[in-house]
């Protein structure tokens, strides 16, 4: 029977298929760390993406000026900003203290500290009670089954949103040189939102749910791409001299001018709820 349950082992089933490879917790913290005020670019870079979402939930009501909210797994500021521009009382929650900083660094520059509270803080330890008007996740590996959703429902007062993709997302150079190292095909994304769709509906809920593709070819340079890619596949338990030669060798064939080319395409969906 398609049950909640259901949905939940399925999600479990295609997590592990996506992460054959698990990152090690301790590693992909300073993983993002260390790649905070790159992501924090390339968000600038889709920052009318993320303000039109923002403007939709406003518009649909799901979200209102002077809510509390609790983003999880805000990174460096991705949607936390614009909310915070629309006089949104933002908690970004976050495990990486370089997301944070780059959170506060762009908050202050934008004259929006007033409305955005830092925290340093696993997603696992929030007590599961209503705390804030809103829960919000976008793309965070902390919403990852039956349990962590389903929380979010408790910490909320008045309604919850969840974005995560929706089948596509792939970004260039890391797929081939996942291909190149394993010898075998990249993984899809492990957080696909039909999983949480799907347990909502079997609990009753009747989410909002709208969809969206973006894309963007971004000239890195090569120094940058070998440490970036180098890191990543640290992270994921493939190190060493040998596997840095050959990510090395990789990026310089595909670089023109000390540049390469990386190019993503991701479709997500928008999808909330009132509690």
Avoid at 37 to 55: G, L, W
Avoid at 74 to 91: D, Q
Avoid at 199 to 224: A, C, D, H, W
């Amino acid at each position: 029977m398609y049950n909640a349950r259901f949905w939940d082992k399925a999600w479990q089933d295609s997590s592990k298929k996506a992460g054959r490879r698990r990152p090690d917790p301790k590693l992909w913290q300073e993983y993002w760390s260390y790649y905070s005020s790159r992501y924090a670019e390339h968000n600038a870079a889709n920052k009318d993406v993320h303000q039109r979402i923002i403007d939709d939930l406003l518009a649909q009501g799901a979200i209102r000026p002077g809510d509390s909210l609790l983003d999880i797994g805000c990174g460096p500021g991705t949607y936390a900003l614009p909310l915070a521009a629309y006089h949104v009382k933002v908690t970004g929650l976050d495990t990486s203290s370089g997301m944070l900083e780059a959170l506060s660094t762009q908050a202050i520059s934008a004259g929006l500290q007033k409305n955005i509270t830092p925290l340093l803080a696993d997603w696992q330890d929030i007590a599961p009670e209503p705390a804030y008007d809103i829960t919000f996740a976008a793309k965070s590996p902390a919403i990852n089954n039956y349990d962590s959703l389903m929380k979010m429902t408790k910490v909320a007062r008045r309604a919850c949103c969840l974005i995560g993709f929706a089948g596509k997302h792939d970004i260039g150079l890391r797929r081939l040189l996942w291909e190149k190292l394993l010898q075998e095909p990249a993984p899809g994304p492990s957080f696909d939102i039909i999983y949480p769709l799907n347990i909502l509906y079997q609990k009753g809920y009747r989410p909002n749910v709208t969809f969206t593709t973006y894309g963007q070819t971004n000239q890195e340079p090569l120094s940058y791409l070998i440490d970036h890619y180098t890191r990543y596949f640290a992270v994921m338990g493939l190190n060493g001299p040998d596997i840095e030669n050959n990510i090395r060798q990789f990026l310089e064939n595909s670089a023109i001018d000390g540049y390469c080319a990386d190019t993503s395409e991701t479709t997500i969906g928008i999808m909330w709820w009132q509690v």
